[in-house]
Structure formats: structure tokens, C-alpha cells
């Protein structure tokens, strides 16, 4: 069902400082800082050897990220991001199985300009999967 | 520096339940669990997509992950496996940066067999970071 690894995302305290930091140190390459005010988040891309990290800040007072920076001062691991190919039918089978999908169930346009949904991660041990239709 | 990423680890309460939900739900292949006492844990490799998801449950009183379960009861991202070519390299140039190796600094053999190091988390925004030779 799921087909890529599109990107594991992580919340940072600052976005220049964490970016400069992957580019410095693994020679990484990092794109340039996007407002997403609509999912209430500043974005900035690193490509990680065959993976890609997104580097995620609050934006806003409704941030959705603003509670695990505050838990998570320092930053971390935030959520896993993978794609598939109808996420209707991704969603059909896992509500089937009983597996719940937040924020009501429907796939909502994501930060790439695509339908996703995020899955409760007490289904999925403690881990947050973002699924993205591609 | 580094070439691919190996894996991401996710430590769970129930490793068991953890691999079958990922096989049930994801269609996922995941491996026999093989205990490790050396590492002091348990492990499944599930195949996620292009990923792997390394599951890891505490094994024996001194487990390096027995801390973090019960800090995160339900599982939760432990940390990264990027390769490497050159572990002592790698070594070298990120400590010559100013960067911490956790465990005294020197590779030792990881679960795989292969010379290992552990990046301190505080160095790369909470992100915990293996770094395995290949």
C-alpha cells in the first residue's frame, strides 16, 4: 500500500540554525525557508543521502507544531511522511481494520499540493504517519 | 558523507503486536525477532515501502532503550541509521566541527555486525543519529 518514503519530518527551535547545521555537517543539501500559513508551519527541505527531512517550525499561534516544541524544546522527530497511490482506498482499508484517522477522517490538501491524512499513532506504537497521495 | 539511510528505529512495548500490526495494516514484510544481549534488545526488521523500520523492545536489566519505553509507553521514534563509508572519517570530521560522539567516541560493532557511533542528540536538534559503516 505504501509506496516511498517521501520525508520524516522534525521540529526545530530554529529552522536556519538546524538547516545550516545539516548542510555543514553531512553536506547535506537544504532548500530555501517556506511559510505555509495555511497548515500554521515554516517548511525548509534537507536532502539526507537517499532521504529527505523536513525541518518544521510553529507558524502562527494555532500551530499544530507548538505544543511538541514546547514538550520537545530542543527538537525532534515529529512524524514519518509515506506515499501511496489512492488514498482513498488507503484510508477505506485501514478505518475498515479499525485504525483511526485524525482530524475527522478526510484527506485534506497537504503542505506539497497533495490530499494527506495523518494516522493516530496509538495505532502505530507512538509513531505518527502522515499518509500523501502521489 | 553519508550514503543511505539504513533504517529507522522505533522502540515498542510489544514487538509481537508492533510487526504484525505493520504486516496486517501496511502489508509490510517483517522479520523473525532476534535477540541481541550484547545491545541489550530485542529486534524486528520491518519492510516499510523503500524503508526499514527497525522494531526494539528492551532485552536483560542494563537495555540502552529500557529508559526511553518507559519515558514513551506506547513506543515511539528512537532515532536514524544513516551509512557511512568511512566511520572513522566521518568521525574525525564531525568531531574536528565540535560535534559529540556519545559512549567515549570510538566505533564499536553495532547490530549488524558493522562498526558503529552514536551522535549526540543535542548536536542535531533532539534528532538521535547512528551512523553505520558500509
Redesign the interface.
Known amino acids: ?5 517521501n520525508h ?1 519530518a ?1 521540529v ?2 530554529d529552522l536556519v540554525a ?1 538547516s545550516e ?2 548542510k ?5 543539501e537544504v532548500s530555501e525557508s517556506k511559510d505555509l500559513p495555511d497548515h500554521g508551519v515554516t517548511t525548509i527541505f534537507v536532502k ?4 529527505t527531512i523536513e ?1 518544521l517550525h510553529p507558524l502562527g499561534e494555532d500551530s499544530p507544531v507548538a505544543k511538541f516544541l514546547k514538550n ?1 524544546p ?4 515529529h512524524h ?1 511522511c ?2 501511496v497511490d489512492d488514498i482513498g482506498a488507503a484510508i477505506d ?2 478505518v475498515g ?1 479499525g ?1 483511526k484517522v485524525l482530524g475527522g477522517g478526510a484527506p485534506k490538501i497537504g503542505a506539497h499540493g497533495k490530499p494527506v491524512v495523518f494516522l493516530d ?7 505518527l504517519i502522515e499518509l500523501e497521495q502521489h
Chains 1, 2 share one sequence.
Do not use: C, H, Q, W
Open positions: 500500500m505504501l509506496t516511498k518514503l520524516i522534525v526545530v527551535p538546524a547545521n545539516y555543514t555537517r553531512f553536506n547535506a539526507l543521502a537517499d532521504s525541518l520537545n530542543r527538537g525532534g522527530i514519518l509515506y506515499e482499508k485501514l481494520e485504525a499513532p496509538r495505532d502505530f506504537t507512538g509513531v
